[in-house]
């Protein structure tokens, strides 16, 4: 199974050098292996298996862990920069084209292992962070995050 790269998003726009992955030097699509930690971390969060990820379903999660209260922050910050639409629910398809974003980012060049390495950690509990995609994460007091 393999994901296309993300199209461009009014709510997050993208930098111009890598709308629709045309510089990137590796493949559009994730390898296997960060394929099924993606969807592990979807599936984990994804508490009515409606194939959507509500806001209230990861702050659920996040708070569920290590974080406790903390995990509403974190949920948040996920939203900010995931939430294309921002209709307070993530697809299942807005978060793989997320993950393609990060791994394409000619400006970051994450490697698979670090992409990897902070699922694995977010598996396990550890907050979310803000990945140098050309979005930021921010969060207003009602969960908004930015537009």
Same mark, same amino acid.
């Given at each position: 199974?393999?994901?296309?790269?993300?199209?461009?998003? /009014?709510?997050?726009? $993208?930098?111009?050098?890598?709308?629709?992955? !045309?510089?990137?030097? $590796?493949?559009?699509? +994730?390898?296997?292996?960060?394929?099924?930690?993606?969807?592990? +971390?979807?599936?984990?969060?994804?508490?009515?298996?409606?194939?959507?990820?509500? +806001?209230?379903?990861?702050?659920?999660?996040?708070?569920?862990?290590? =974080?406790?209260?903390?995990?509403?922050?974190?949920?948040? !910050?996920?939203?900010?920069?995931?939430?294309?639409?921002?209709?307070?629910?993530?697809?299942?398809?807005?978060? !793989? /084209?997320?993950?393609?974003? #990060?791994?394409?980012?000619?400006?970051?060049?994450?490697?698979?292992?670090?992409?990897?390495?902070? =699922?694995?950690?977010? +598996?396990?509990?550890?907050?979310?962070?803000?990945?140098?995609?050309?979005?930021?994460?921010? #969060?207003? /007091?009602?969960? $908004?995050?930015?537009?």
């Amino acid at each position: 199974a393999s994901v296309a790269a993300p199209p461009t998003s /009014q709510a997050h726009p $993208r930098p111009r050098s890598c709308t629709m992955g !045309a510089c990137c030097s $590796r493949s559009k699509t +994730l390898p296997p292996g960060l394929v099924d930690k993606v969807k592990e +971390l979807f599936d984990k969060m994804d508490e009515d298996k409606d194939g959507n990820v509500s +806001l209230k379903e990861a702050e659920k999660y996040w708070s569920g862990g290590k =974080l406790g209260k903390f995990g509403k922050m974190s949920a948040r !910050a996920m939203f900010s920069e995931v939430d294309d639409d921002a209709n307070k629910s993530i697809s299942y398809s807005e978060w !793989a /084209q997320f993950w393609a974003n #990060v791994r394409n980012n000619p400006e970051h060049k994450y490697s698979d292992q670090e992409i990897a390495d902070e =699922l694995q950690a977010m +598996l396990e509990g550890e907050a979310w962070r803000d990945w140098e995609d050309g979005r930021s994460v921010t #969060v207003h /007091q009602d969960g $908004r995050g930015a537009q």
